[in-house]
């Protein structure tokens, strides 16, 4: 068993040492942390070019529907003509046509040189709904401003209670939480799994394999090559998780004031008490969202993501290495991916339906099946929606089969990774589990 070592450290070092994996590991991060930086920052762009848009009302009641604003300017025309007022149109260099026929219908024509955007054309029916419903109030003798009076809006805040008191949530943030944990663990079984098989593919095709059997024994192999690379995965998570951080905390800092709209002003702030600036402080969206991250039972979490990160991955890494060994190229593994990948499929699809339900039939059994619960338990933990007995279930059953998956993977490995030029068959892998 002293040569386990040897074998984890010769996987881990070589892979570390490859230009896919640094370069994954520079990637990455920038890519992470583009997703959380990416949606604010063109929340927050403005554009400046100001569009103009020719109006035709042959009804001639629209005049007052339309009002300028900061981007889009209305010029109302009167060219009856239909090719000759597209054709005018279309020389004018102007952003877009709006035609109105008539009044009986809802449905009014825009016309544009290229696709129109989204946030041009939602102004446009905007203004028009708002001017027909005036419209059809004044009609109905019913007064627009009492409407808008009576309407009220809700803000629901949300809080758990616990022995120690109450604290401040959110079912956003949890969710949020709970599925990049799944995503994260999803791919990372995936890519690294794959790694184990191709990697045992690649030295049985090499017969690197017969020279590594003669000093060291199957299951030696199998395990450091398995333990060696999931070593190379957590290190690459790691370091993506630093690096994002840093990236992301570097961009607040250097454009924070800029991209992050705060309902706080800092001037008033500086003109206020310290009651009332920190009263003024509570009431903004950051603030709370600050609120329910320190809130959050980070410690619970992280501890459940690494052990069912890890414990997925060696699950499904010594599946994939029994399936490397008895094929000779990656082509004839088809047959035996689709079983061991439906499972984890399965818990990736369901995850976005048990986010609406954790505490259902279905949640639970997910939760606990050993191949489905590295994706769904981290999920329920994240939103809070699980019993301690649960958990413990969930990881001693994972614990279990993933020794029985290694015996398994085992026998197989055995046999298989020295056997060449022969299709196997599931009967055949059934033969080799008894061998002796």
């Known amino acids: 068993m002293n040569k386990i070592p040897l074998i984890i450290k010769r996987e881990y070092l070589t892979r570390v040492k490859k230009k896919s994996f640094i370069i994954m590991t520079i990637v990455g991060p920038i890519l992470m942390a583009a997703l959380f930086i990416a949606p604010v920052w063109f929340a927050t762009m403005d554009d400046d070019a100001v569009?103009?848009?020719?109006?035709?009302?042959?009804?001639?009641?629209?005049?007052?529907?339309f009002e300028n604003s900061e981007t889009l300017t209305f010029q109302f025309i009167k060219e009856d003509n239909d090719s000759i007022r597209k054709s005018d149109f279309l020389l004018s260099g102007n952003y877009a046509l709006l035609t109105i026929l008539d009044t009986i219908g809802n449905e009014f024509s825009l016309y544009s040189g290229k696709s129109p955007d989204l946030d041009v054309k939602e102004q446009i029916s905007s203004k028009l709904e708002r001017f027909m419903e005036e419209?059809?109030?004044?009609?109905?003798?019913?007064?627009?401003?009492?409407?808008?009076?009576?309407?009220?809006?809700?803000?629901?805040?949300?809080?758990?209670?616990?022995?120690e008191g109450e604290e401040k949530s959110s079912?956003?943030?949890?969710?949020?939480?709970?599925?990049?944990?799944?995503?994260?663990?999803?791919?990372?079984?995936?890519?690294?799994?794959?790694?184990?098989?191709?990697?045992?593919?690649?030295?049985?095709?090499?017969?690197?394999?017969?020279?590594?059997?003669?000093s060291v024994k199957p299951f030696q192999l199998m395990a450091g090559k398995i333990i060696g690379i999931a070593g190379v995965a957590l290190t690459q998570f790691l370091l993506w998780a630093i690096l994002t951080g840093i990236i992301v905390g570097f961009v607040y800092l250097a454009f924070g004031s800029s991209m992050m709209q705060q309902n706080v002003d800092i001037s008033q702030i500086q003109q206020l008490s310290p009651e009332q600036a920190q009263q003024m402080i509570g009431n903004s969206m950051i603030a709370d969202i600050l609120a329910v991250v320190m809130n959050f039972n980070w410690a619970t979490m992280i501890t459940t993501f690494i052990f069912f990160f890890i414990g997925g991955y060696l699950l499904y890494a010594s599946l994939f290495a029994a399936i490397g060994s008895a094929v000779d190229n990656e082509?004839?593994?088809?047959?035996?991916?689709?079983?061991?990948?439906?499972?984890?499929?399965?818990?990736?699809?369901?995850?976005?339906?048990?986010?609406?339900?954790?505490?259902?039939?279905?949640?639970?059994?997910?939760?606990?099946?050993?191949?489905?619960?590295?994706?769904?338990?981290?999920v329920r933990v994240a939103m809070e929606r699980y019993e301690m007995w649960e958990l413990i279930l969930s990881a001693v059953t994972l614990i279990l089969t993933f020794i029985g998956s290694v015996w398994?993977?085992?026998?197989?490995?055995?046999?298989?990774?020295?056997?060449?030029?022969?299709?196997?068959?599931?009967?055949?892998?059934?033969k080799w589990l008894w061998y002796k």
């Open 135 to 163: 419209k059809n109030f004044n009609r109905l003798g019913i007064n627009k401003e009492d409407i808008e009076s009576a309407k009220v809006e809700i803000n629901l805040n949300t809080y758990t209670i616990t022995e």
């Open 51 to 65: 569009k103009v848009i020719e109006v035709y009302d042959k009804t001639g009641t629209y005049k007052d529907a």
């Open 171 to 214: 079912a956003e943030l949890t969710v949020a939480i709970g599925f990049i944990a799944a995503i994260i663990i999803y791919m990372f079984i995936f890519m690294y799994g794959v790694q184990v098989m191709r990697g045992v593919i690649e030295e049985k095709v090499n017969r690197v394999v017969e020279v590594l059997i003669s």
């Open 331 to 378: 082509t004839d593994t088809q047959q035996f991916m689709l079983p061991v990948t439906i499972p984890l499929i399965i818990a990736f699809v369901a995850a976005q339906g048990i986010i609406r339900n954790p505490d259902g039939a279905l949640a639970f059994w997910l939760s606990v099946i050993p191949f489905t619960s590295p994706i769904i338990m981290p």
């Open 408 to 430: 398994f993977a085992a026998k197989i490995y055995k046999t298989g990774i020295l056997m060449y030029g022969k299709k196997v068959s599931y009967k055949e892998l059934w």
